[in-house]
């Protein structure tokens, strides 16, 4: 019997659940989390509702069901020592140290580590600590920039211009107010190319990658409108994507690597968890846009319901730092994932209203995320709502059902019907060609 402490409660924590619940061990699965998730509360043993980031309601619950091991869903509690805390305790995680969590927490960091250890993929950049040479910097990357508030922001401090900043005047400004409210700014050229994100599985030395997924940040189709937590996402059968060569993921493959040695020597810990490249395929190759320190959300749910290795075995592999001996295995599948949210979604969504679920086909998994559940029926909490993942031999039948079953939800929410269909992929492919 293992005893596991999960913190988080969207539908990436669902499915890590889901996962952890597969197990051949018979898993009791101890949860807190910011809000009461419909899906994870029917896996767990007990699930406290608490905030993700409060040390002494996790501490006072940890040590009273001594878990095995904790696994950390979301950025915020990795940022703010958890993991650390919970090794106090003598309570290892499948998630990393603050330290070694600056891989996302701080941008500048991470930019930084890239120059100092010669690793590719960064593209030019400067951390700018006072406005001192701002100015020159801007007009010397040109109209093309990207300005980046060095912390965790809920995917809200970076500005790209022609998206969100018009003109060097604004990137300038904007850059400024981060200097204020941190002291630190990242200012960088801005890419063009395809996003895909790449996340590693890694014990601290050793690293073994997932499937490359596409996620889609613009809340409407066609990638307009604004940035989003993520709207959905798909994978390939092939574990690759359209626009890229396996070359290409070696060379994503070879950064996460790289970046994990370079880790350890700067630092002296090993980065114990899941290394999550956010890279984009450009003209003249592999360029890191970021890094986070967690599965991706809604990425997660592509890969986990593939993966035909015991995850509770991953997870001790990480902590013992014996991945190596784990021999890690996914499905040969396509996956879909489409995510239904709440009208007004990002910026001001609809809350507290009812959405009712149809009838969903066999071979569609539903992940629950920003709901609650009050007499079988549910009801909308303010952020994404309901995650519904397609899995398939080809992409195309996996996007149909996910198609299927995201369309069939009634009440005030919308999707992204485009995620995963030909049309789209064939857009991405053109675009990489002109
Ligand atoms: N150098 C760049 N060139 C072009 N686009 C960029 C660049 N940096 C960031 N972006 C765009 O801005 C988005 C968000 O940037 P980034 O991933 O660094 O921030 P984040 O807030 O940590 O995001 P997330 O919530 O995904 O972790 C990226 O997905 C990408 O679309
Ligand atoms: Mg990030």
């Known amino acids: ?30 949860v807190l989390g910011g809000a009461k998730n419909p899906g994870i509360f029917k896996l767990s043993e007990e699930y406290v509702v608490a905030d993700v980031c409060d040390k002494d309601a996790i501490a006072e619950f940890a040590n009273r069901i001594r878990p095995d091991f904790a696994v950390i869903g979301p950025e915020a509690p990795i940022a ?27 941008k500048s960091f991470t930019r930084d580590l890239l120059e100092k250890y010669q690793i590719p993929g960064n593209p030019k950049f400067k951390v700018f600590y006072d406005e001192e040479g701002l100015e020159e910097f801007f007009i010397d990357l040109g109209e093309e920039f990207v300005v980046k ?24 400004s904007y850059a400024k107010e981060c200097l204020i409210d941190s002291g630190r700014v990242v200012v960088e050229e801005k890419l063009v190319g395809q996003e895909f994100s790449l996340m590693s599985f890694c014990d601290g030395t050793y690293t073994v990658d997932m499937p490359v997924v596409q996620d889609h940040k613009r809340a409407f189709e066609g990638d307009k409108g604004p940035n989003t937590g993520g709207m959905g996402s798909y994978s390939m059968e092939n574990h690759l994507l359209p626009f890229l060569t396996a070359r290409d993921v070696n060379e994503a493959s070879d950064i996460n690597k790289k970046v994990v040695k370079a880790l350890f020597e700067e630092t002296g810990i090993y980065y114990k968890g899941i290394v999550y490249g956010g890279f984009i395929i450009t003209k003249n190759g592999v360029r890191l846009i970021e890094y986070n320190a ?9 890969v986990l319901p593939i993966l035909k290795t015991d995850f509770v075995d991953i997870c001790e592999g990480i902590i013992n730092k014996t991945l190596d001996q784990v021999e890690i295995e996914f499905e040969k599948k396509a996956t879909v994932c489409k995510y239904v949210v709440p009208e007004g979604y990002p910026d001001n969504p609809v809350k ?18 920003s709901v609650d ?19 398939a031999d080809t992409v195309e039948e996996a996007e149909k059902s996910a198609q299927n079953a995201v369309g069939s939800v009634k009440g005030p929410v919308f999707y992204r019907k485009d995620i995963g269909t030909k049309k789209l992929i064939e857009q991405r492919i053109k675009m990489m060609k002109i």
């Open 1 to 30: 019997m293992k005893k596991i402490l999960l913190i988080g409660n969207g539908a990436r924590e669902h499915v890590m659940a889901e996962s952890l619940k597969n197990s051949r061990y018979d898993v009791e699965l101890y």
């Open 80 to 106: 703010c020592g958890i993991v650390d805390m919970l090794l106090e305790l003598e309570i290892h995680s499948a998630s990393p140290l603050e330290t070694v969590g600056q891989l996302e927490s701080s």
């Open 149 to 172: 508030a060095d912390g965790l922001k809920g995917g809200k401090g970076v500005k790209v211009s022609g998206d969100h900043l018009k003109n060097i005047e604004e990137g300038i």
């Open 294 to 302: 967690r599965f991706g959300d809604p990425e997660a749910m592509n």
């Open 352 to 369: 507290g209203e009812k959405i009712i679920m149809g009838k969903v086909p066999a071979d569609v998994k539903v992940y629950y995320a």
């Open 373 to 391: 559940q009050r007499n079988d029926s549910l009801y909308l909490s303010g952020s994404r709502a309901v995650a519904f993942v397609g899995v």
